[in-house]
């Protein structure tokens, strides 16, 4: 993935000019991604030992705030974590991150756009054990920081390159009203995806 990404900041480099993208500013826009997400917080899931990277999808809205900053509403869903004792699968976890962030577009009017910036977190689940036993993960939060690209194909349409760092508080595991464990959701996440930007006026 990593040798994925590099490619592609390559080529996107290559081919990068300017007066083809208009700022944002003022402008909705929708994005959808999909990617990988590792935990970092290793174990996800307490009592267990290592967790496996996982698929990672989801998207949001996104609102230009001027010329060089965006806001953005995002729902990112990991579907399969699986979490393992001495290399033998014990459960899977599913993970669901509400973000939301505010961003520094550097060189807003080129048709490479990269950007930083960060956000807060709200995150939830469920973890499914091979016993049959199934617990909830409560609500905990935390916040990202994180850094992309946006390549754009016309004024309208975008391509986008995102890393991030999740960072969040450790959450309770629970079964009914009974906290049986905690799960530490902090994690590296890399998307790709496309952006629509709607114009000013419709």
């Not at 996107?12 to 993208?21: I, K, P, R, V, Y």
């Not at 004792?85 to 505010?102: F, M, N, R, S």
Request: with cysteine.
């Amino acid at each position: 993935m990593r040798r994925m990404a590099l490619l592609i900041l390559a080529i996107l480099a290559f081919t990068a000019g300017t007066a083809m993208a208009d700022s944002i500013g003022g402008r909705f826009g929708v994005t959808g991604r999909a990617g990988g997400l590792v935990p970092v917080g290793d174990p996800l899931i307490s009592s267990t030992s290592e967790s496996k990277t996982g698929f990672v999808g989801g998207g949001g809205l996104i609102f230009g705030l001027g010329s060089c900053f965006d806001a953005d509403v995002e729902v990112l869903h990991s579907p399969q974590l699986n979490t393992e004792i001495g290399g033998v699968k014990v459960a899977e976890a599913q993970l669901t991150d509400i973000a939301i962030g505010i961003h520094y577009r550097i060189m807003p009017n080129n048709r490479l756009v990269p950007y930083i910036g960060g956000g807060a977190d709200f995150i939830k689940g469920d973890v499914s054990f091979t016993s049959g036993n199934t617990y909830g993960l409560d609500w905990t939060y935390g916040g990202h920081a994180n850094a992309g690209i946006d390549f754009f194909l016309n004024k309208s349409i975008a391509l986008n390159l995102d890393f991030r760092g999740l960072f969040a508080v450790k959450g309770d595991i629970t079964r009914g009203d009974v906290v049986v464990g905690e799960y530490d959701p902090m994690s590296f996440i890399g998307t790709v995806g496309i952006r629509l930007i709607l114009p000013e006026k419709l």
